[in-house]
């Protein structure tokens, strides 16, 4: 079955404190893995796509294929980060095909 | 940079009706989808849009819903006889292939 857990509905943090937003997945072909950071009140942006491998606002995720995962790390937290992180997935590839989400993250980052 | 804009931002509705979430895709893209998320749970998502038809569908989409590409730039979703379980954020995107989406800003319909 395609599946994205992340096992953690909220994550409080200091601003400067490292920050790891974790994010299993299960599916049986080969999958691209994207994160998506949805700020109060406004839309669904996309924030990284595993194939791409950049680091977008200080943000970084590796996809791990042994532990199935790709987590979402940042060394230091800015209280800008407070929002709703979301992992999802689609496969590889496969053009138009739905992504399926994980159920979020929210970050707390306070001062 | 282009956006996909969705109106209205907030729809009230008293159920049975039927209602029309309207979206504007970015112009060149080719795929369409619907997502919704109900207060509190997780993005889910409905139908994506290609060609025309529709290419993929989930268990959510029943008959009651529908979706229509009518003059080349909007992209409606319809839902025929609303019921509560409806009220959600319900938000369009479009991509051009198998990459991350664009998002529109979502349309809070609330069915009383």
């Known amino acids: 079955a395609q599946r994205v857990t992340q096992p953690e509905k909220l994550l409080s943090v200091f601003k400067g404190a490292p920050v790891e937003l974790k994010c299993n997945y299960s599916?049986?072909?080969?999958?691209?893995l994207f994160w998506y950071v949805q700020y109060s009140r406004q839309r669904l942006q996309l924030l990284l796509r595993?194939?791409s491998r950049e680091s977008i606002k200080g943000f970084t995720a590796d996809l791990n294929k042994g532990e199935t995962s790709f987590h979402l790390k940042k060394p230091f937290a800015q209280e800008e980060d407070s929002a709703m992180y979301y992992c999802?997935?689609?496969?590889?590839?496969?053009?138009?095909?739905?992504?399926?989400f994980g159920k979020g993250t929210t970050l707390s980052v306070s001062s | 940079e282009p956006e996909v804009t969705q109106t209205p931002s907030h729809q009230v509705t008293q159920m049975g009706q039927e209602v029309i979430l309207r979206c504007v895709p970015i112009?060149?893209?080719?795929?369409f989808y619907w997502y919704r998320q109900i207060l509190g749970q997780k993005v889910e998502f409905l139908v994506s849009?290609?060609?025309?038809?529709?290419?993929?569908k989930s268990e959510i989409f029943d008959d009651q819903f529908s979706v229509e590409r009518p003059d080349g730039s909007n992209f409606t979703l319809k839902i025929r006889s609303t019921k509560l379980e409806d009220s959600a954020m319900y938000f369009c995107?479009?991509?051009?292939?198998?990459?991350?989406?664009?998002f529109g800003s979502g349309t809070r319909l609330t069915v009383v």
């Open positions: 995107a479009s991509g051009k292939g198998s990459n991350g989406y664009t």
């Open positions: 599916y049986s072909g080969s999958p691209e």
């Open positions: 595993h194939i």
């Open positions: 999802a997935l689609s496969g590889h590839n496969q053009a138009g095909t739905a992504l399926i």
């Open positions: 112009s060149n893209h080719l795929y």
């Open positions: 849009f290609y060609n025309n038809e529709i290419s993929e």
